[in-house]
């Protein structure tokens, strides 16, 4: 969007590749030290992945597990120097229920690089029950 930080410019681009699939855009975005944080306890997503091939597992494994349903729908991303904020509603479908959970990522960004993101969701037990 036009007049927007260049973080958030960045991170809309990120979730971008996401959405087209393009893998070469996604390395090139996340650093081989970043880290994502994902709640939950039980949930098969649920920990730190640490380093991009761990979070590129992380990725594939979403959308494996709901068989490709996995969806996302951008609100809005607010951004200065070193953070960045993305609200974001994901959705899938898996073993029969069907997740639809607003989501917030708090995004840590150093030099233009993403080195860290914490994954808040709104239903913390149904997201975690979802991905059990």
């Known amino acids: 969007m036009r007049g927007e930080h260049p973080n958030a410019l960045r991170i809309r681009g990120l979730f971008q590749a996401f959405r087209d699939r393009d893998l070469a855009a996604i390395q090139a975005a996340i650093p081989e030290q970043a880290v994502w944080h994902f709640p939950g306890r039980q949930g098969a997503l649920a920990g ?9 597992a992380f990725l594939g494994k979403a959308v494996a597990l709901t068989e490709g349903t996995f969806r996302f729908e ?3 991303v607010l951004a200065n120097d070193g953070s960045a904020v993305a609200f974001f509603r994901g959705s899938g ?4 229920r ?7 990522l708090r995004i840590r960004i150093e030099d233009g690089q993403i080195l ?6 709104w239903d913390l037990y149904a997201v ?3 991905w059990t």
């Open 116 to 121: 860290e993101i914490w994954e808040f969701v």
């Open 93 to 96: 479908e898996r073993k029969g």
């Open 128 to 130: 975690d029950a979802f």
């Open 74 to 76: 951008v609100e809005d």
């Open 48 to 56: 730190s992945h640490r380093g991009r091939d761990a979070i590129l």
């Open 98 to 104: 069907r997740l639809d959970n607003p989501t917030c």
